[in-house]
């Protein structure tokens, strides 16, 4: 049976964090987002730490732990800055992942005790200008060329498109709309004919990196292909169960902060001579708040455990995702509403949870796509 208390673990990691992001994250948060700079070193720190390879196993210079540490990690760091969050999220459960479920003890080697330790930075590119969801449209190809496949295409949507050292790429190589039509490729930064593109200016989650990934003539060695060719896209819907959760866990990280930071100021802003946490408004608001969030752990955590046992996930994670994501919206929206004017301001942080939680209800495929997925499943 699922425990609902923190284990040793999450509380250590969840203490760590907040000692660490206390001196090396709040400070500087303002700057990132004001001017939208991916700062890279601090993910070199994040990788000292064991928090680049959460769930890698020891052996390969991971933490070793399981879904219910990982989703912690996210979560405070989350609080601290969403795009934070975000980025660490993308490189563990994407990149890294896709590499540590799929990839062969050669690849597996070479490549996941560098991203562990953030030596390399990932980034996963299956998202295209044209295709957004419908990924069996895809325009990327690899043409098979003697030992070598050779890539032409774009991905957009990148997360580290131009800072990441590796990325695993999906590309078409058989006929448009064929499931079994898509390959992984494991592609390395200084590979000839890859290179990053435009940089997104986006609304929020400015402190992760957004961006193109561009193909042209880029010659990959056969050496680089994950698992079997033409199993790209299925092996993408089984990385998708785990990212689910971890935008669900994004969102949940700033549903909570959004919340703590509204009790807090609830508790501190005076009106007619007592606190507005006094006035039953308020109070009615924060009970719905609370309650959103408590549901939106529950539903996270039972996915977590799904994942930890191995079993499929792809119902929880979604109905996970779907939920989580809504609540973020919700919940950093009341929070505004209960900062008043000074909600509208940066000088506090509900300004930049508002921001930065529209994009859980996109991220990893819509709310409309969950719900796709979700019917999907209980029609079985």
Avoid at 61 to 83: N, Q
Avoid at 143 to 168: C, P, Q, R, W
Avoid at 232 to 246: A, C, N, P, V
């Amino acid at each position: 049976m699922m425990s609902f208390e923190l284990n040793e673990n999450q509380k250590m990691i969840a203490e760590m964090i907040r000692d660490f992001g206390a001196k090396e994250i709040t400070p500087f948060r303002k700057e990132w987002d004001d001017e939208q700079k991916f700062p890279l070193e601090l993910f070199k720190k994040l990788g000292e730490l064991g928090l680049m390879g959460v769930l890698v196993p020891n052996e390969y210079g991971g933490s070793g732990f399981g879904y219910f540490e990982y989703v912690t990690a996210i979560v405070e760091l989350t609080k601290l800055d969403p795009g934070i969050g975000l980025s660490m999220a993308a490189h563990n459960s994407l990149c890294t992942g896709h590499i540590m479920m799929f990839g062969n003890e050669e690849q597996k080697k070479k490549y996941i005790p560098k991203l562990a330790s953030c030596e390399f930075l990932g980034a996963w590119g299956l998202t295209e200008p044209n295709t957004g969801s419908d990924a069996g449209n895809m325009r990327t190809t690899a043409v098979e060329d003697g030992d070598y496949y050779v890539l032409n295409g774009a991905k957009n949507f990148i997360t580290h498109g131009v800072s990441g050292d590796v990325a695993v790429v999906i590309a078409r190589t058989g006929e448009v709309g064929d499931s079994h039509g898509m390959t992984a490729f494991i592609i390395d930064r200084d590979t000839p004919g890859f290179r990053g593109g435009r940089k997104e200016d986006k609304l929020g989650m400015r402190s992760s990196e957004t961006a193109e990934l561009i193909f042209e003539d880029c010659r990959v060695h056969k050496s680089q292909v994950l698992g079997e060719v033409g199993d790209g896209f299925i092996q993408s819907m089984k990385i998708l169960d785990g990212g689910r959760i971890s935008i669900a866990a994004l969102s949940l990280g700033i549903a909570e902060g959004a919340l703590e930071a509204a009790i807090q100021y609830s508790k501190e802003r005076q009106q007619f001579n007592k606190p507005i946490s006094s006035f039953q408004g308020i109070s009615f608001k924060l009970a719905d708040m609370a309650t959103q969030v408590e549901a939106s752990k529950l539903l996270i955590y039972q996915a977590a455990d799904l994942k930890n046992k191995g079993q499929n996930v792809t119902k929880e994670s979604a109905m996970a995702k779907l939920y989580a994501s809504e609540v973020s919206v919700s919940v950093a929206n009341e929070a505004v509403q209960i900062f008043g004017g000074y909600g509208f301001t940066k000088d506090y942080p509900v300004e930049k949870f508002y921001r930065d939680a529209k994009l859980c209800t996109i991220g990893e495929g819509t709310s409309e796509i969950q719900k796709l997925v979700i019917g999907r499943q209980i029609l079985k």
